[in-house]
């Protein structure tokens, strides 16, 4: 290793800048209580050598399945896993939900060392189906390890732990999700002010509060995030709970009363973590966590088990798989939601969702008259483009720009309305207002049907929540209840035999 203990996978100009090695060099506490006051006072904090050392010692120290996954396995199958691809080329596993690496100041040889680690654990864990912490995890972990099959081991030694009064990280989608639901509690109780702030300023708060884990692992920078996991690895989950509580605090105090950066307080609150170094030191920010009288952790066990079953009893036990994933390249597609409360409803969808990539990562609309959204419980219904049965409400574009559209919107007679043709898109209209023509739109955090004035479907980017309400688009009631959790979602797609 090069001094002052960096090994081969860290980028030592950005390392040197963003923590310095002036700490002590060795620790020889062995009592528990004190080792905890060391960590939350940052003792081995400001040496890198001597939190190598406290990592391999702590973790060394967690109960472990009998067969557990150690160095040796990594080394016999990270090349069968691999093969001939260059680290920075491998896909991640699915588990970790397309979460990216943080750098963590690794250089490009310790970005691809991550990727290999990762898929080299879902090999050997093929029960974890649900872990976007582990990225962040592995990644700092491998600036204290001597090379790739040791991290290895450590991280899957954390994954393995089988103390059940010592939760580490979340393994599935359920257990995340009840997480994301405890934290609201928690912070409906102990950051009242806050909690009143996201109601105010978000749709749907659930969704700010399914943020939190990616505010520490993958937001905080690495000097916060290394002093978050120092006091983890010694207390275990609850930590965390209160490093995110404090830093909901934080931002609150500094963002009340001020207008908001954007119009989604999920980003202004990433960007708030991001930059949390101009607001507030690693120290204080533990300060402020540990000064939160928390329930106690058996009391917050059970309050995650209450979610838990109250999520099994709803039907949200998996994550839905990515939905343009699977539905790019087909046209029409056929969506169908089933709610928890046993209510069906969809859309019928004229474009092809790739479409959504012509805009650049931005939400944008596209889509053609042809779509139409549906009720099917209780009762059906269907409610197509308002322009055709409102023809009223537009008129073609000029005929010199599209010659053949006149015979087929021309709207003199009584029955236009019979011979406008949904086939045409918005563009080929003198709208006097886009409301009337947002179709569809889908981004990485959500999928909207019908726009203008309210939005006929709105469904979470994980597939689990949605509201429905009018739309100027279809002019349509609310498909099922106006907030409502998802059972199940299915689409059909069709493609044309030609472009097979």
């Given at each position: ?198 109601v105010a300023v978000s749709e749907d708060v659930l969704q700010v509060y399914a943020d939190w884990q990616r505010w520490l692992f993958g937001e905080l920078p690495l000097s916060y995030f290394s002093r978050v996991f120092d006091v983890f690895l010694v207390e275990g989950y609850k930590v965390l709970y209160r490093v995110a509580l404090a830093i909901l605090k934080f931002f609150h105090k500094v963002r009340a009363g001020q207008p908001l950066e954007s119009d989604n307080v999920k980003q202004d609150i990433r960007a708030f973590v991001k930059d ?225």
């Amino acid at each position: 290793m090069d001094a002052p203990g960096y090994n081969c996978f860290v980028d030592r100009d950005r390392m040197d800048a963003a923590i310095q090695d002036l700490g002590p060099k060795e620790l020889s506490c062995t009592d528990v209580q004190e080792l905890k006051q060391l960590a939350r006072q940052g003792y081995w904090a400001h040496s890198y050598a001597l939190r190598g050392k406290v990592y391999q010692r702590l973790i060394r120290d967690i109960p472990c399945r009998t067969v557990t996954p150690d160095a040796s396995v990594y080394s016999d199958i990270v090349g069968k896993i691999v093969g001939q691809h260059s680290g920075s080329s491998l896909p991640l596993p699915e588990f970790v939900d397309n979460t990216q690496v943080p750098s963590y100041c690794l250089n490009p040889q310790g970005e691809g060392a991550v990727r290999k680690i990762l898929l080299c654990i879902a090999n050997q864990f093929p029960d974890v189906s649900f872990c976007p912490a582990l990225p962040a995890v592995v990644a700092l972990l491998l600036h204290y390890s001597m090379d790739e099959a040791e991290c290895f081991e450590k991280a899957c030694r954390i994954l393995a732990c089988n103390d059940p009064s010592r939760k580490l990280i979340d393994q599935s989608f359920l257990a995340f999700e009840s997480s994301c639901m405890t934290f609201g509690d928690l912070v409906n109780k102990y950051c009242q002010a806050a909690h009143k702030l996201m109601v105010a300023v978000s749709e749907d708060v659930l969704q700010v509060y399914a943020d939190w884990q990616r505010w520490l692992f993958g937001e905080l920078p690495l000097s916060y995030f290394s002093r978050v996991f120092d006091v983890f690895l010694v207390e275990g989950y609850k930590v965390l709970y209160r490093v995110a509580l404090a830093i909901l605090k934080f931002f609150h105090k500094v963002r009340a009363g001020q207008p908001l950066e954007s119009d989604n307080v999920k980003q202004d609150i990433r960007a708030f973590v991001k930059d949390i170094a101009k607001t507030v030191s690693p120290e204080k920010l533990l300060e402020k966590a540990f000064a939160i009288r928390l329930f106690s952790r058996k009391e917050i066990q059970l309050l995650q088990m209450a979610n838990e079953k109250a999520l099994k009893q709803r039907g949200i036990t998996v994550k839905q798989k990515r939905f343009f994933l699977h539905c790019e390249g087909h046209e029409p597609t056929v969506l169908l939601i089933k709610t928890t409360q046993k209510e069906v409803c969809g859309a019928y969808l004229s474009t092809d969702w790739a479409e959504r990539n012509k805009f650049g990562g931005k939400l944008g609309f596209f889509g053609t008259g042809e779509c139409f959204v549906f009720r099917l419980q209780p009762e059906v219904q269907r409610y197509e483009w308002v322009v055709i049965k409102h023809p009223e409400l537009t008129r073609p574009v000029s005929s010199e720009n599209t010659t053949s559209l006149p015979s087929l919107c021309h709207s003199a007679s009584p029955d236009a309305s019979d011979r406008l043709s949904p086939f045409l898109a918005a563009r080929h209209f003198n709208l006097p207002s886009k409301t009337e023509s947002l179709f569809m739109a889908g981004g990485n955090d959500c999928l909207i049907i019908g726009g203008g004035g309210g939005q006929a479907l709105y469904i979470d980017g994980d597939l689990n929540r949605g509201r429905t309400g009018h739309c100027d688009t279809f002019n349509n009631q609310p498909l099922c209840s106006e907030n409502f959790l998802i059972a199940a979602v299915e689409a059909w797609g069709f493609q044309d035999p030609d472009t097979q």
